[in-house]
């Protein structure tokens, strides 16, 4: 079946340094993408998106690339700092006609080392 | 405003016991999800609804059981617990369809079955 999911589980950098966490995604008519932060014990929260029309977006201190030839998904952060810890997901939107149904990746842990 | 609030944050059940994870939004959404979060697990999608009066099923749908008779309230039936039901349970409402900084998600209800 469709599925999203990430290259790694966990990604261990130092304070200051970028991060860059990957996602692929299987369904060449997802259309929408989106990178989730969840912190423990907390529910996901929407760092940034990017629609297939795209291929880079960036945010504060975020920047999304989406490369649909190789169904591929990036999340880069600058100058990571310590409450960037989380889990991030990316999720795709593969049915972007009614109903906001989202198939979410396993999920990357950072850890940022001080 | 509450956001998306959920309750209760933790249960314990015992096997073939039955319970109600409520969920509740105040932002007038039409969208509401039930997700469930294995751990070192992404989202996976147990029911969703696009309206009052309109249920579907997600990926996950076995077990459980939901309603929407009002815009605010989509809460969620577990009809004789099992064991593989242990997981953290987030409900979410959206705005549009495409998920996205529209998509909010509450703090989850930590479900552990014995």
């Known amino acids: 079946g469709e599925s999203v999911g990430l290259h790694l589980p966990t990604l261990s950098v130092q304070e200051g340094d970028n991060s860059i966490i990957n996602c692929a995604y299987s369904n060449s008519a997802s259309d929408y993408f989106i990178w989730y932060k969840q912190e423990s014990g907390k529910g996901p929260q929407f760092i940034i998106d990017?629609?297939?029309?795209?291929d880079k977006r960036q945010g504060q201190r975020v920047t999304v690339l989406l490369n649909k030839t190789v169904k591929h998904l990036s999340l880069q952060i600058a100058a990571t700092q310590p409450g960037d810890s989380a889990v991030y997901f990316c999720a795709e939107n593969p049915y972007s006609s009614n109903t906001g149904k989202l198939i979410f990746g396993q999920g990357t842990t950072l850890q940022v080392k001080p | 405003n509450a956001g998306v609030t959920q309750t209760p944050k933790f249960r314990i059940l015992k096997i073939g016991q039955s319970m109600t994870l409520q969920c509740t939004q105040d932002?007038?959404?039409?969208?509401m999800y039930w997700y469930r979060q294995d751990p070192g697990m992404g989202l996976k999608l147990i029911y969703y609804?696009?309206?009052?009066?309109?249920?579907d099923k997600g990926e996950v749908p076995n077990g459980y059981n939901v309603s929407r008779s009002t815009t605010e309230d989509f809460p969620l039936r577990l009809e004789l617990a099992a064991p593989s039901q242990t997981s953290v349970y987030f409900c979410?409402?959206?705005?549009?369809?495409?998920?996205?900084?529209?998509?909010?998600f509450g703090s989850g209800t930590r479900l552990t079955v014995v």
């Open positions: 609804s696009v309206g009052a009066g309109i249920t």
């Open positions: 990017i629609r297939s029309n795209m």
């Open positions: 979410a409402s959206s705005y549009g369809v495409e998920g996205g900084d529209g998509y909010t």
């Open positions: 932002m007038n959404h039409n969208y």
